[in-house]
């Protein structure tokens, strides 16, 4: 179906960008067959489109590095005016997108209030509109088409890689200080206090089976000593919780390793 929207899009009659095809036709099968395909199908498939999709995006920012690096930057029309113009198209794209999402905002806060939407939101919405491989992909084919001559093709592809690379370094750059500052990152604190809770319960939750299947007929005579050793440790904390309270019992070389290790540090 890809291949075919696109074949038929770039048609000499229909006249119509195929890779904008490709698009709105993803757009539709991901809506209208959403549900159809098994779990460990669209498994399967997201799994091998990731993995092709990584490819294609990588040898559409190698194919465009080379063609500006061989070609576009030594064109006698990319000049210190062509550079300037880069940048007042960067600081443009980013105003016009500001604008947009400004006045969608009410519609964008109203349908993701249950999920917490607001402005900061939007503002980084706003603010994080990277370009990439479909920018690039399209100046390329279009740089290609046979009406345009080579200057307009070395501009539009300079511009365009310009605008993505611009948007990949500073904008990604910025965007840590940005959600820091509008309150959206989360501190690495609260997330290591949340896995320590979480690592707690789930040695809580392990003593109380053990203690269950001690009570089992066929498990009763096991030895928990060696049970408890091969039970993965996911803190040092339970693994010291597991030795104070007896669950695993040290060696005099273990605990000789231990305080030399202690010594040591």
């Known amino acids: 179906i890809c291949y075919g929207s696109y074949l038929i899009a770039e048609y000499p009659r229909v006249k119509f960008s195929g890779i904008l095809s490709v698009i709105v036709v993803g757009l ?12 460990k199908a669209e498994e399967g498939m997201e799994y091998v489109w990731g993995i092709l999709s990584y490819v294609a995006i990588t040898m559409i920012f ?14 006698d029309v990319i000049d210190a005016k ?8 960067y600081i443009t794209v980013h105003l016009v997108r500001i604008a947009v999402v400004f006045l969608c905002s009410p519609i964008l806060i109203w349908a993701g209030s249950k999920k917490g939407v607001d402005l900061r939101q939007t503002a980084v919405l706003a603010f994080g509109g990277l370009r990439g491989a479909i920018g690039l992909t399209l100046a390329l084919s279009l740089a290609m088409h ?6 307009t093709s070395d501009r539009i592809i300079f511009f365009t890689w310009g605008v993505t690379a611009l948007t990949l ?10 959600l820091g500052m509008l309150g959206l990152y989360r501190d690495a604190g609260s997330e290591t206090e949340v896995f320590k809770k979480a690592c707690g319960a789930i040695e809580a939750r392990l003593e109380h089976v053990i ?3 001690k009570g089992d007929r066929f498990l009763g005579d096991a030895d928990w000593e060696i049970v408890w050793r091969y039970v993965p440790v996911l803190t040092a904390k339970s693994y010291w919780h597991r030795i104070r309270i007896g669950n695993i019992a040290l060696s005099e070389e273990e605990e000789h390793d231990l305080q030399r290790m202690v010594h040591n540090n």
């Open 169 to 178: 370094i500073v904008d990604g750059m910025l965007a840590k200080p940005l």
């Open 62 to 75: 190698f194919t465009a590095g080379l063609k500006v690096g061989y070609d576009v930057l030594f064109s």
């Open 82 to 89: 062509a550079w300037g113009f880069l940048v007042a198209l």
């Open 146 to 151: 046979k009406s345009l001559d080579q200057d």
């Open 28 to 39: 539709y099968l991901s809506f209208a067959l959403r549900g159809r395909f098994s779990a």
């Open 211 to 213: 203690d269950l299947l």
